[in-house]
């Protein structure tokens, strides 16, 4: 049965499903700290990752197209934020409730605009720089520092967001010529490789299906959001698109309820709250403003 759905709709639920896939990757990799150290699980998950995502790049023929030596140098600092990022976040998942460590994480488009407008000399008004206040202020409810309830890997999710910003920062820079699919692989595989120069730094696990299943599946959810989150920014309004993105938030309460036990306090319910509104609030002004213009 085909749905008829506006454009804007279509684009809405494949975001909406992306943020899910995205979310149970999360979880389930977070699972996987209970048999594997944090750079093996990255390294399993980056490998199988990046199988996919070649098979998907030479589908769509993205060996075939030509990268020029700037795109090459952003490429390399987006996947070095990617993979910077990556870790980050990911220590903080494994060592936190997963619900806090994305809370936090959704602070990123209002350090994305922040970023844009002191690296990209991208126009920025008084309102959205006091939505990206008032965001950060969220983020600090949430992370409680110097409190009893403060978590040291909460600084972790911050570092992440900084290092994450630098490779949206960049993406927005290299050439529409470049296919995404090109972009992500070369970006997993750089993963795979910084993940594997950690290995004789650790205990390797041996790998069985009863514990490596997990990753099997993290690796397909993640997949599955890499290329839903393509087709959500292209079909319909992007202002309209972006904010379904904070439905991570949803399934990353419900997962650590289901799957950890991890229940949120009021702190970071009431942070969370205002991230999501004021991220809103920046899409919505960004909007406007383009529209204006």
């Excluded at 995502?53 to 700037?70: D, E, P, R, S, V």
């Amino acid at each position: 049965m085909k749905l008829n759905l506006s454009e804007n709709m279509q684009g809405a639920f494949f975001m909406a499903i992306c943020m899910a896939a995205f979310g149970i990757n999360d979880a389930l990799m977070k699972q996987s700290s209970e048999d594997f150290h944090l750079f093996q699980a990255i390294f399993l998950r980056s490998i199988i990752t990046s199988v996919f995502l070649g098979l998907y790049a030479w589908k769509q023929k993205a060996f075939h197209i030509g990268i020029g030596k700037t795109d090459r140098k952003l490429i390399f600092l987006r996947t070095i934020g990617e993979i910077c990022g990556a870790f980050m976040f990911l220590n903080a998942i494994f060592n936190m409730p997963i619900a806090n460590a994305t809370a936090i994480l959704q602070s990123m488009p209002l350090a994305v605009t922040l970023g844009a407008a002191v690296f990209l000399n991208e126009p920025v008004g008084w309102r959205r720089y006091m939505a990206v206040i008032i965001g950060f202020a969220g983020v600090m409810i949430i992370v409680r520092p110097g409190t009893d309830g403060f978590n040291e890997y909460s600084l972790y999710a911050l570092g992440s967001i900084v290092l994450l910003v630098l490779r949206d920062l960049t993406t927005r820079k290299i050439s529409r010529s470049v296919p995404s699919s090109m972009v992500s692989f070369m970006t997993s595989v750089g993963i795979t490789i910084a993940s594997a120069a950690t290995l004789p730094l650790i205990d390797w696990t041996p790998v069985t299906w009863e514990n490596g299943s997990t990753l099997v599946y993290a690796s397909m959810f993640l997949m599955v959001g890499y290329v839903l989150s393509v087709s959500a920014m292209r079909i319909g309004d992007i202002g309209f698109v972006s904010p379904f993105r904070y439905t991570i938030l949803i399934w990353s309460i419900l997962l650590g309820i289901v799957m950890f036990g991890d229940i949120p306090d009021t702190f970071t319910i009431i942070g969370s709250t205002i991230i999501v509104a004021t991220g809103i609030y920046t899409f919505y002004r960004e909007q406007k403003v383009q529209r204006g213009a």
